[in-house]
């Protein structure tokens, strides 16, 4: 009797340390979920407060705004930040292959999906190519994989003239794409991605292409910065672009960087302004009278 009681007491005991050791394995793993963002936007948890109750707040599914950064420097965990020809075929079949570099033009360039359903609004809006809202000039390019992995049916069911569709299942692959919808910005000029993320609808997307295209192309001059084509950040790109201001006369006091009037921005458009004797401007300068 008394071995069958210890016998017993022994398996208990296992059988104790096996639970426990599963709900660790199990709260191990739903943490790991957790950092990898699993469970963000979902709709059971929506109009719930800290402990899980609802608050009267409407439970239906809400949309889950994700980060969409343009500009470098680029994400820390992206291999490269080239540009390579993207090669594939047509909805109809036929062989392309399209060069996004070599010219001086932004490429926007959408990974999308036929069958993804939050690729769904972003095709609705590329039926409307004059609604999307981008800067003029910027050339967009929609990729989805290729024949053996998409429906080109369905695919071609979305096309339209004014629409660049082609289907690359490598295009994902040499772009390091993670899944749909994804939006790369392409920099013809120096063959660099200088911006790639997602987004939820494209209103989103057009906002921040427009604030890179301020980047890229200052003031609408249609100039472009050097430290910006060759990649630089931070200091080194601030240093970069002071050089440029000295080899073309712009040098610390310059008229130029304290304007008064139109005159002192655009002289060549202007009456020269009349010489005079007084000390070179400076900030502290600006909005004195007189």
């Given at each position: 009797m008394?071995?069958?009681?210890?016998?017993?007491?022994?398996?208990v005991?296992?059988?104790?340390?096996?639970?426990?050791?599963?709900?660790?394995?199990?709260?191990?793993?739903?943490?790991?979920?957790?950092?990898?963002?699993?469970?963000?936007g979902?709709?059971?948890?929506?109009?719930?407060?800290?402990?899980?109750?609802?608050?009267g707040?409407?439970p239906?599914?809400?949309?889950?705004h994700?980060?969409?950064?343009?500009?470098?420097?680029?994400?820390g965990e992206?291999?490269?930040?080239?540009?390579?020809?993207?090669?594939g075929?047509?909805?109809?079949?036929?062989?392309?292959?399209?060069?996004?570099?070599g010219?001086?033009?932004?490429?926007l360039?959408?990974?999308?999906?036929s069958?993804?359903?939050?690729?769904?609004?972003?095709?609705d809006?590329?039926?409307?190519p004059?609604?999307?809202?981008?800067?003029?000039?910027?050339?967009?390019l929609?990729?989805?994989k290729g024949?053996?992995?998409?429906s080109a049916?369905?695919?071609?069911?979305?096309a339209?003239?004014?629409?660049?569709?082609?289907m690359s299942?490598?295009?994902?692959?040499?772009y390091?794409?993670?899944?749909?919808?994804?939006?790369?910005?392409?920099?013809?000029?120096?063959a660099?991605?200088?911006?790639?993320?997602?987004?939820n609808?494209?209103?989103?997307?057009?906002?921040?292409?427009?604030?890179?295209?301020?980047?890229?192309?200052p003031?609408?001059?249609?100039?472009?910065?050097?430290?910006?084509?060759?990649?630089?950040?931070?200091?080194?790109?601030?240093?970069?672009?002071?050089e440029?201001?000295?080899?073309?006369?712009?040098?610390p006091?310059?008229?130029?960087l304290?304007?008064?009037?139109l005159?002192?921005?655009?002289?060549?458009?202007?009456?020269?302004?009349?010489?005079?004797?007084?000390e070179?401007?400076?900030?502290?300068?600006i909005?004195?009278?007189?």
């Amino acid at each position: 009797m008394v071995a069958l009681v210890l016998v017993l007491t022994f398996v208990v005991l296992l059988l104790g340390i096996l639970v426990a050791g599963l709900l660790r394995s199990h709260a191990d793993i739903l943490k790991a979920l957790h950092d990898l963002g699993a469970g963000v936007g979902d709709p059971s948890a929506s109009g719930r407060d800290a402990h899980g109750h609802h608050g009267g707040v409407d439970p239906s599914p809400r949309a889950v705004h994700v980060p969409f950064t343009l500009g470098p420097p680029l994400p820390g965990e992206r291999d490269s930040a080239s540009a390579p020809t993207i090669a594939g075929v047509t909805p109809g079949g036929d062989a392309l292959a399209i060069t996004v570099s070599g010219h001086d033009t932004l490429t926007l360039i959408a990974f999308l999906s036929s069958g993804c359903s939050t690729c769904a609004g972003f095709w609705d809006a590329l039926q409307r190519p004059q609604e999307l809202g981008l800067p003029e000039g910027i050339r967009l390019l929609v990729v989805t994989k290729g024949p053996e992995l998409e429906s080109a049916a369905e695919v071609r069911s979305k096309a339209h003239e004014r629409l660049e569709i082609i289907m690359s299942t490598d295009a994902w692959g040499d772009y390091e794409v993670p899944g749909s919808p994804f939006f790369v910005l392409v920099d013809g000029a120096s063959a660099r991605r200088i911006g790639e993320g997602v987004a939820n609808h494209f209103n989103q997307v057009a906002e921040l292409v427009r604030r890179a295209v301020v980047d890229v192309r200052p003031f609408g001059l249609g100039s472009r910065s050097k430290g910006f084509a060759d990649g630089l950040d931070g200091p080194e790109r601030e240093t970069a672009n002071d050089e440029e201001l000295l080899a073309v006369g712009i040098h610390p006091g310059h008229r130029s960087l304290y304007p008064r009037s139109l005159a002192d921005v655009f002289p060549s458009e202007s009456p020269a302004p009349q010489e005079d004797d007084s000390e070179p401007w400076t900030a502290g300068s600006i909005g004195k009278v007189g």
